[in-house]
């Protein structure tokens, strides 16, 4: 499975902005599609995740009423809605696929897009 994501650029703070994920290849082998953000000298974080078993969504309390993730019935885009942004939502975001599970640990994931920054000026 490839993965590629977009949408990222700069915004002001309260602004929004939405990144994809593309999937291509054996999307129907996919537990769960995620987006991970990390900071330079910060390890990369979970934000949020999706399960296509039953599409329930998990979020970190940080973004939770902020952000919405949502996907097609192929699994082949992920959305990520960010609304209300923060300048401490400044980072490189990724798109991360797995086989097996939501998970929190980057190293759970089979699959990962290269990242798109988001900076948010205050």
């Known amino acids: 499975v490839q993965l590629q994501a977009s949408g990222g650029g700069l915004v002001q703070a309260g602004g929004s902005l939405r990144l994809s994920c593309a999937a291509r290849?054996?999307?129907?082998?996919?537990?769960?599609t995620a987006w991970f953000r990390q900071t330079p000298g910060k390890e990369r974080e979970l934000v949020t995740g999706?399960?296509?078993?039953?599409?329930?969504?998990y979020y970190i309390n940080d973004v939770k009423g902020r952000f919405t993730i949502s996907g097609d019935n192929a699994k082949t885009t992920v959305y990520l809605q960010m609304s209300s942004l923060k300048p401490e939502d400044t980072a490189v975001y990724y798109c991360a696929a797995g086989r097996t599970g939501l998970y929190s640990l980057p190293k759970d994931y089979d699959y990962w897009g290269q990242g798109t920054q988001v900076t948010v000026s205050s």
């Open positions: 290849g054996r999307t129907d082998s996919l537990y769960a």
């Open positions: 999706i399960r296509w078993m039953d599409y329930s969504t």
